[in-house]
């Protein structure tokens, strides 16, 4: 018991040992968004209780549970990877049982776990709907996510003993958990202690699975760097693949928008209606800006190495913009298989528009892009999660006013006719800049290479 109190007060003190009054900061943003969703999840289970919505409240309290879940799994993933805690080193004779409690209990002290409990708690004040034994099933829920997150943290960052007894009765015990859970899903709303018990008895078998789990985990994963006899064709995937802070954020758009395409194909499949019909703002995510707007706006930012090798070795116009296309080939491709699929399966009705707005979007911002990573460079520093911009928001503005102008066709067919002339005027703006490339070096170096 000492040993875990004494690890929690040093995770605790490791927090705010570094800017501590912004992260005090956002600790107190994090209370007052969670008791305003709190009040927001009470509103909508009292809509559904009279008949507001067209859900009732059982399926209500399933939805909330599934966010809970979703959410504290993605939290370990998304914005950015965040490692498994090791707290106690294994050359430690500390005993195997001990340091995995030690391990559990410390990495729930968190400030992201303190305000999605103080949600729970809020919203079982607040709201008659969400009683005792829900609040109790929450818990679960949200234990199950963070065993799951563990789980998936020792795949990722360990090598595993496939062979070991302890990896097969890892198998076994997730194996009986999975059974129970596909009879009676624990995100389902319960009425009964009965059924309670059975979620925490096939937690439990869970918990065990996730102790053997780490048994038979025996060392770290060693980070290898993969070559390619064709260096060329293989570039542009390591660009992408090898750079943390673009590939982060272009993986958290990606998943966002993923995340608005998947819910307009939930309702499509539920009602037969798009939700893109309902509100014209969620047509953004159906085009490439995300990529840009996080990434490719500041391409020489995030990529700064290759663009002073490219002015090195040749400074030709052409060099140029074949090094800009290189780290958008891997985002693009990912990006338009998303939005094929979501045409292919989800929305025939406007596939020609989709598949024409995306195209003439490409073309679009992509010199917008390379205009802005030469006239507005920023200098890409910090965390995913720092305040500091990684693109300029001028041209971010941009992005999205023309990008708008691309949406003008679902008023009326005529109005293809104004997608030449934007591709016209973007691809004559990027020639002009280019043209003047030989003044903005100097501030790209100043800016790209200056010391703080």
């Not at 200098?379 to 300029?392: D, H, N, P, R, W």
Request: glycine share 4%; aromatic share 16%.
């Amino acid at each position: 018991m000492d040993l875990i109190l004494y690890s929690c007060k040093a995770r605790l003190n490791s927090y705010f040992r570094h800017k501590k009054v912004q992260r005090v900061l956002l600790l107190a943003l994090g209370i007052v968004l969670s008791a305003f969703y709190a009040w927001l999840f009470t509103y909508l289970l009292q809509q559904s209780r009279e008949g507001g919505l067209n859900m009732d409240v059982n399926q209500m309290l399933g939805y909330t549970n599934l966010l809970l879940l979703a959410f504290t799994i993605l939290r370990g993933f998304f914005p950015a990877y965040i490692p498994k805690a090791d707290f106690i080193n294994r050359i430690y004779p500390v005993k195997p049982l001990k340091r995995f409690w030690t391990e559990l209990v410390v990495e729930l002290v968190s400030p992201f776990y303190f305000v999605l409990l103080n949600f729970l708690l809020l919203l079982f004040m607040m709201s008659s709907d969400y009683t005792v034994l829900h609040l109790a099933q929450s818990f679960l829920v949200f234990l199950t996510a963070h065993i799951t997150r563990r789980s998936l943290q020792v795949f990722i960052e360990r090598r595993i003993n496939w062979r070991s007894s302890a990896f097969w009765g890892a198998v076994v015990m997730a194996g009986a958990f999975v059974a129970v859970e596909a009879r009676a899903p624990m995100f389902e709303p319960v009425y009964s202690g009965m059924m309670l018990v059975v979620h925490l008895l096939s937690l439990t078998a869970f918990l065990i699975a996730n102790y053997l789990l780490e048994q038979a985990a025996y060392e770290p994963k060693r980070r290898t760097v993969s070559y390619s006899n064709d260096a060329r064709r293989s570039l542009g995937w390591r660009l992408f693949k090898n750079h943390k802070m673009a590939k982060q954020l272009l993986l958290f758009g990606l998943g966002f928008k993923v995340l608005m395409l998947g819910i307009d194909a939930t309702v499509y499949t539920a009602k037969g209606i798009h939700m893109l019909d309902k509100n014209v703002t969620l047509w953004l995510f159906v085009g490439p800006l995300v990529i840009y707007t996080y990434v490719f706006n500041n391409v020489w930012g995030f990529y700064k190495n290759l663009w002073l090798t490219t002015e090195r070795a040749t400074g030709s116009y052409k060099e140029f913009l074949k090094a800009s296309l290189l780290p958008l080939r891997m985002p693009i491709l990912i990006d338009a298989t998303i939005v094929v699929l979501y045409v292919a399966f989800f929305n025939h009705e406007q596939a020609t528009f989709i598949l024409l707005m995306y195209a003439a979007a490409v073309m679009v911002l992509t010199p917008i892009g390379i205009i802005a990573s030469f006239t507005s460079p920023k200098m890409v520093k910090g965390g995913i999660l720092s305040f500091s911009a990684k693109t300029s928001y001028l041209y971010s503005f941009i992005s999205i006013l023309l990008l708008g102008l691309l949406f003008l066709p679902l008023l009326h067919p005529m109005l293809y006719m104004v997608y030449p002339v934007v591709i016209a005027l973007t691809l004559f703006a990027m020639v002009a800049v280019l043209q003047e490339y030989k003044q903005y070096k100097y501030k790209l170096f100043e800016t790209l290479y200056k010391t703080e």
